[in-house]
């Protein structure tokens, strides 16, 4: 008794339609991820790429695989063929390695630039400077092969409402602004099992959910 089926569709009946749904699958078997596909679930979200790469080679070939994990540049080569849209982008070094494999398969890679917004010292992403400097970029205008449609952010891993509202609204801030110069970016990846609906509160249209859906994971990932 899994219950997959059944998170799924109450988690779904409770986003509103804009809202974007990533079943966050790290860790959990293919057959767990065909339980939910089996249930009309598409999006699926990795953070390990390898792993990534063989539940894409198991299962239907119409999900949408979404990298969410930190990226090491020089693994972006094995999902370039088929990713649909990568979370993680931390670094102008690694925009131009997705680029540069997206170009080998005649494809444009979706991206989100992961935005720092966790006052904890231990989580990845880019200042908003950093961001508005890449955005601004003449050097990212020659990267043909990559998109980037949006930003990313993970809160601080807390209870604290206060500071989850402070952390989810400045990154929605951040991205509204930008969006008037920058149409291209359209989606906002915030929220978790624990905080998707503050984060939806807080104008994000993506949210990304592992726990929720397939129970907690057995080993950290
Ligand atoms: C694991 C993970 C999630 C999902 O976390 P849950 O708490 O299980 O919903 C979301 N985003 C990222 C980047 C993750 O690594």
């Known amino acids: 008794m899994t219950g997959i089926k059944d998170n799924l569709q109450k988690i779904k009946s409770s986003l509103p339609k804009h809202v974007t749904l990533v079943a966050v699958s790290k860790t959990k078997p293919v057959s767990d991820l065909q339980e939910a596909y089996d249930a009309g ?13 063989a539940k894409y080679d198991a299962l239907p070939k119409d999900i949408q695989w ?4 930190h990226l090491q540049s020089n693994k972006v080569k094995y999902m370039a063929h088929f ?3 990568i979370h993680g982008v931390d ?4 925009l131009k390695e997705i680029d540069k494999q997206a170009k080998k398969h005649g494809r444009v890679i979706n991206c989100l630039l992961q935005a720092r917004i966790a006052k904890e010292e231990t989580k990845f992403g880019l200042p908003f400077e950093e961001i508005e400097e890449i955005l601004a970029s003449d050097k990212l205008k020659e990267l043909k092969n990559i998109k980037i449609v949006g930003l990313m952010g993970m809160a601080t891993f807390t209870d604290n409402q206060e500071q989850l509202q402070d952390e989810f609204s400045s990154l929605s801030n951040f991205f509204s602004k930008n969006q008037k110069n920058y149409p291209d970016l359209q989606t906002l990846s915030m929220g978790m099992s624990g905080d ?8 994000s249209n993506m949210v990304r ?6 129970g907690v994971r057995n080993y950290i990932a």
């Not at 670094?91 to 690694?94: H, I, P, R, V």
């Not at 959910?209 to 397939?214: A, E, K, L, T, V």
């Open 41 to 53: 679930q598409r999006v699926f979200g990795e953070n390990k790429i390898q792993e990534m790469v």
């Open 66 to 69: 979404h990298m969410i994990g």
């Open 83 to 85: 990713v649909d849209l």
């Open 91 to 94: 670094s102008f070094k690694t």
């Open 196 to 203: 998707y609906q503050l984060a939806i509160e807080n104008g």
């Open 209 to 214: 959910i592992g726990s929720s859906i397939f």
